[in-house]
């Protein structure tokens, strides 16, 4: 017998999208449940401590981006895989920074939702490594702790990797596309502009100690100190 890797929530209206998104996360050994409208869905991510929730925007009684607000405001940190339709640019940037983990835009082969599942789950597990202390930053990759002035700060679990891996390579440039590839698990991904997201939402939430710089046409970098 296949050992559970844990249980998904699905949210999505649509059930036939629903129904394939279970069956092959099923098959790769995910317990799965679904809910089809944000209310009920958010009840649910309440009552059963999801490892990973697949949000569709588009829902009936809470919208998407609704349900990642208010997970977050009450310091729910599950990862979170939007799905959006094609014309939903501006939604799917402001899920991301309301604190979504990734996206898929409809429509999206089945596996490669399991693929991203996955993927998700691995940044939010994190690599082991030792404890950063950058200016006025300390990161700890073991408790996944992130201390300004010795005070917490909130990260998601993509925001918390990218700054990890930023202060493991102080002074080194990477490019959007390296970022995607080391931080993400994404080579050859194209929407560069997640990247961007995700640095703004970092900086916004370490202020002035953020030691994150931009090298204008090329990527980002952290520097040795923060002011």
């Not at 977050?72 to 604190?99: F, H, K, S, Y």
Request: charged share 25%; with cysteine.
């Amino acid at each position: 017998m296949t050992e559970s890797r844990g249980l998904v929530l699905i949210v999505e209206d649509e059930r036939h999208i629903a129904d394939v998104q279970r069956l092959y996360l099923a098959r790769e050994g995910f317990g799965v449940h679904v809910e089809t409208d944000g209310i009920a869905g958010l009840a649910a991510a309440r009552r059963m401590h999801p490892v990973a929730i697949v949000l569709d925007i588009g829902l009936p009684g809470l919208d998407g981006i609704a349900f990642c607000r208010a997970l977050r405001d009450v310091g729910d940190w599950t990862p979170v895989l939007l799905v959006t339709a094609r014309g939903e640019e501006a939604d799917r940037i402001l899920g991301l920074e309301l604190g979504a983990d990734d996206y898929l835009t409809k429509p999206f082969s089945p596996r490669e939702l399991v693929a991203r599942v996955k993927t998700v789950l691995r940044r939010a597990a994190g690599p082991p490594g030792q404890t950063e202390s950058v200016g006025r930053l300390s990161v700890d990759p073991i408790s996944r702790t992130v201390r300004c002035d010795g005070e917490p700060v909130e990260l998601t679990a993509t925001e918390f990797n990218l700054l990890a891996f930023l202060l493991q390579h102080v002074g080194q440039v990477f490019t959007r596309e390296q970022l995607l590839a080391r931080v993400w698990g994404y080579p050859g991904y194209r929407d560069t502009r997640m990247v961007d997201v995700f640095v703004s939402q970092l900086r916004a939430k370490l202020g002035e100690a953020s030691p994150i710089r931009t090298v204008r046409g090329v990527g980002y970098s952290a520097t040795a100190s923060s002011r």
